[in-house]
């Protein structure tokens, strides 16, 4: 099983609204990401958890907050965000931590598309 | 950040041709990763590949880690028209936690 699971696959908010972006994966990886992929474009790195440490934070702006309650679930929290925050955000995992041994292929989710109105 | 050079941008094929692309780094990566992306979809890994020289096949797909550790290249073989999507390479740093991606290869296959 290499699922990542991402909820919801479709998001509309207001600028004013607080939303949050779920993913899962059940592969016992130990790292999990957040990239934000604008259209045409690769995806870009936000957020790295190590061992649900938050190990990399790529200068994302405050209003997107990312928690990792336990080593299968990673969230990312949304708030008073901008119209041109509007983009596909992809989840990934992969086995091998920071400075970890293992595997390093890095799975993604199907993404979440979001569109701030 | 590191950045990776992958070409050509776009490619325009007749179905049953081989098609090559490749990715260049200023930068050393212990792991290159090719991925195929649909649209409106999450990236799907292709081939990994974790050590300078390695060659490795996937069904029609071919890929080598560059000797230099700085290069990689993807090849599909007589291609069809699910082939179809935007292929990126990925370098994975040392430390494992960071995963830079190439600019992406356009392909679209005529039948």
């Known amino acids: 099983d290499t699922e990542v699971t991402q909820t919801p696959k479709h998001l509309v908010m207001g600028m004013t609204n607080k939303k949050s972006l779920k993913c899962e994966q059940h592969?016992?990886?130990?790292?999990m990401y957040w990239y934000k992929q604008k259209a045409k474009k690769p995806p870009e790195l936000m957020f790295v958890?190590?061992?649900?440490?938050l190990s990399i934070n790529e200068s994302v702006p405050s209003r997107f907050s990312p928690e990792c309650p336990n080593s299968s679930l990673l969230n990312l929290h949304l708030h008073a965000l901008q119209p041109e925050d509007s983009a596909l955000y992809l989840c990934?995992?992969?086995?091998?931590?920071?400075w970890g041994f293992g595997d390093t292929e890095a799975f993604f989710g199907q993404g979440t598309r979001l569109t701030v109105v | 950040g590191q950045q990776l050079n992958q070409s050509p941008q776009s490619m325009f094929i007749q179905e049953g041709e081989d098609v090559s692309m490749n990715c260049t780094s200023s930068?050393?990566?212990?792991?290159w990763l090719w991925y195929k992306q649909d649209p409106g979809e999450g990236p799907v890994l292709l081939i990994a590949?974790?050590?300078?020289?390695e060659l490795t096949s996937n069904g029609r797909l071919t890929a080598q880690f560059g000797i230099t550790r700085k290069d990689s290249f993807l090849n599909i073989s007589a291609s069809i028209p699910s082939d179809v999507g935007i292929y990126f390479c990925?370098?994975?740093?040392?430390?494992?936690?960071?995963?830079?991606f190439g600019g992406g290869t356009r392909l679209m296959v005529k039948p």
């Open positions: 930068s050393i990566f212990n792991t």
């Open positions: 958890y190590s061992y649900e440490k």
């Open positions: 990934a995992s992969s086995q091998r931590g920071v």
């Open positions: 590949l974790y050590k300078a020289g």
């Open positions: 592969m016992g990886h130990r790292a």
């Open positions: 990925a370098g994975l740093n040392n430390a494992g936690n960071m995963l830079t």
